[in-house]
């Protein structure tokens, strides 16, 4: 049974860095995707970032490029996702995803595109 862990979470100035992880386990396939999406109060959730396992190819929401960087060890299944020069806007419930896109030039980084979930960890940006 895949199991992600998602963890990091806090409440944080504006203009503050967190280092939100992801431990998974469960699998053994090599072709899959780490995908890091939010949901702030009364909106749906939306993609932040997405790395593919196989190729390393990263994706991010405009929103964030240049303050959130996604990266992994991915000999210990532990993903990552640092986040810099926080906004307000920027506060939501983070969760991460996992989903199984064999041989894929980029990934996929939609809610569709991922197979299993997380819990969430909170991430409270005051202005």
């Known amino acids: 049974e895949v199991q992600l862990q998602a963890s990091g979470g806090g409440l944080v100035q504006a203009g503050g860095s967190l280092r939100l992880s992801c431990a998974a386990s469960g699998f053994t396939f090599d072709d899959y995707v780490i995908g890091w999406f939010r949901q702030a109060p009364g909106k749906e959730r939306q993609e932040v970032s997405c790395i593919s396992a196989n190729n390393y190819v990263t994706y991010y929401r405009d929103s964030v490029k240049g303050r959130f960087t996604i990266s992994g060890d991915w000999a210990k299944k532990t993903y990552y996702l640092q986040i810099n020069s926080l906004k307000p806007e920027d506060t939501a419930v983070y969760y991460c995803?996992?989903?199984?896109?064999?041989?894929?030039?980029?990934?996929?980084?939609?809610?569709?595109?991922?197979?299993?979930w997380g819990n969430g960890t909170q991430v409270t940006v005051s202005s």
């Open positions: 995803g996992l989903g199984y896109q064999p041989q894929v030039p980029e990934p996929l980084c939609r809610e569709y595109g991922m197979d299993y």
